[in-house]
Every structure is written in C-alpha cells, then in structure tokens.
C-alpha cells in the first residue's frame, strides 16, 4: 500500500503565501516523478508543476514565477511554495507521485487533496 499526505492549505489574502507539503509512505522501491494538481469547481483538474526524480521541474504558465516546486528525497516529500497567490489560485490541491513498488509494480498515486482559498 502506498499512501500520499498533504498538507498546508488554507485562507490566505491575494498576494500572500501558501507552501504544501505532501509526503508519500508505505511499500516504494522508487519515486519518479511528482507533481501538483488542482480542481476548481466546475473546472477539470489541471497540472500545476512537476518535478523529476532528478529535480527538472516544469510549470503551468498560469504559476511560472509565482510557485516553486521541490522535493526532499531523504523524507519521500514533495513541497509547493506558493507565492504573490491570486483568488483564481482557489482551489482544491493535489499531489501525485509516480511510484515504483516493493513489488516492482510502477502506478501513479493521488492524495487526498487539501483546499487553498485565496480572497480578493
């Protein structure tokens, strides 16, 4: 069993900050790469940012310069700093990992979700 945990959300005022945390336990051999998401209602889900298992990060143009993805392989954890955030950042947020299993099996995981609501 592989398990994903956020953390972080929140109520924040347009131009302050969040940082997500998101840590993944249970039976891994290997995590490739991991990523954010985000829901907002009455939207489809969208990648936000995402980091290879050697640290090339990519973004979506909506954040580029405003959030920072990283990872810190040692605690298995996938962090979002979020910055300069805006009220169309409001939204359910999500982190995925691309996970290699004890048992050699290779799945994409999904967390829980964590809500970040941004007021204007």
């Known amino acids: 069993q592989v398990q994903l945990v956020e953390s972080g959300g929140g109520v924040v005022q347009a131009g302050g900050s969040l940082r997500l945390s998101c840590t993944v336990s249970?039976?891994?051999?290997?995590?490739?790469?991991m990523g954010w998401a985000r829901q907002a209602p009455g939207k489809q889900r969208e990648s936000v940012a995402i980091?290879?298992?050697?640290?090339?990060?990519t973004y979506a143009d909506s954040v580029k310069g405003r959030f920072t993805i990283s990872r810190e392989n040692a605690k298995n954890t996938v962090y979002l700093q979020m910055n300069n955030l805006k009220p169309e950042d409001t939204a359910v947020y999500y982190c995925n990992a691309a996970i290699t299993s004890t048992a050699y099996r290779y799945n994409n995981y999904w967390g829980q979700g964590t809500q970040v609501t941004v007021s204007s």
């Open positions: 980091i290879t298992s050697d640290g090339t990060s």
């Open positions: 249970g039976s891994i051999f290997r995590i490739n790469a």
